[in-house]
């Protein structure tokens, strides 16, 4: 199984991996047609994944030593469980490494992941226009929310509503 591949290996992300985490994030947001939004640093991301407060977590997934996947997860809770869950911000494979499943192999690591830290759930979005990835779920198992809307404040509307202007 290609989660067993002597050529593929899992392993946390360390703080010394954030310019290649970086990289990586940028090849996602190219795919994604996303780079006019895109603002990472490898400062940041050491501040959020490594400082004080870490508020999320990365798995590499390294192809005969070479960095080619990311996963980056938190927790996050629902209430009517009353159980923690872990969430899935972003992941991604380089496109030469693709159909080696490296992804599923991430997917399945993170499910370890919940399953072992106890969660009720493990979830994560998709872009309406990436079918490829939404059939690919779909095939793992995986339930679309599909009644489900989600909603998001950024810029300068989170910031105007944090100061009573909206």
């Known amino acids: ?37 895109f603002e990472a640093t490898p400062e940041h991301l050491r501040e959020h994944l490594f400082g004080e407060r870490p508020c999320a977590e990365v798995l590499i997934g390294e ?25 899935l911000e972003d992941v991604f494979v380089v496109p030469e490494f693709r159909s080696k499943g490296i992804g599923k192999a991430m997917l399945v690591r993170l499910a370890q992941i919940a399953v072992e830290r106890g969660c009720g759930r493990f979830e994560w979005a998709v872009l309406d226009w990436n079918t490829k990835a939404i059939d690919f779920y779909k095939r793992l198992g995986a339930v679309a929310m599909d009644d489900w809307t989600i909603f998001r404040m ?8 944090a100061e009573g202007k909206a």
């Open 1 to 37: 199984m290609p989660e067993h591949s002597p050529s593929l290996r899992i392993r946390p992300a360390r703080e010394e991996d954030c310019a290649v985490i970086v990289e990586l994030i940028r090849g996602l947001a190219q795919f994604e047609k996303l780079t006019h939004v």
């Open 63 to 87: 192809w005969e030593g070479k960095p080619v996947a990311f996963a980056l997860f938190f927790q996050n809770y629902s209430t009517f469980l009353c159980r923690p869950g872990l969430y």
């Open 154 to 161: 950024s810029g300068d509307s989170l910031k105007n509503f």
